[in-house]
């Protein structure tokens, strides 16, 4: 599997994952930690910072996919499988979350922000 196709297939278990958090199916501290793992993994803000040598990208490599995994193994089986299939065909589509992407912008506006000013 190439290294394009990881991606893709790691982009598609983090949107399952977002879909699951929202299901009644899942119990809530699976719902809990869902949430904690894709908003982390989508954040743009990372526990250790990136521009550390080696550590920098300790959590993108190895915290992130370990999350995921342990995510998935807290789902149930045939919530995972029908959120899955959701997400594949969601993410067909190629729509773009304008949310996401209008919460993004105000993060790095904020970040931003405290830069330059300071505070």
Known sequence: MSLK???????NETYALYL?????????????????????????IDLIPDFI????????LILIPAGIWLALKMV???????????AKQELGKGKTNWLGVGIVIVIWAMILGLVIWGV
């Not at 009644?24 to 954040?43: D, G």
């Not at 149930?76 to 959701?86: G, S, T």
Request: charged share 35%; aromatic share 10%.
């Open 76 to 86: 149930p089986k045939d919530v995972l499988d029908d959120c899955r299939e959701r």
């Open 53 to 60: 040598p080696v550590l920098g990208y300790l959590d993108d």
């Open 20 to 44: 699951a958090s929202k299901d009644r199916r899942v119990p809530w501290y699976a719902k809990a930690f869902v949430v904690v793992i894709v908003a982390y993994a989508l954040s743009p």
């Open 5 to 11: 196709e990881k991606a893709k297939q790691l982009k």
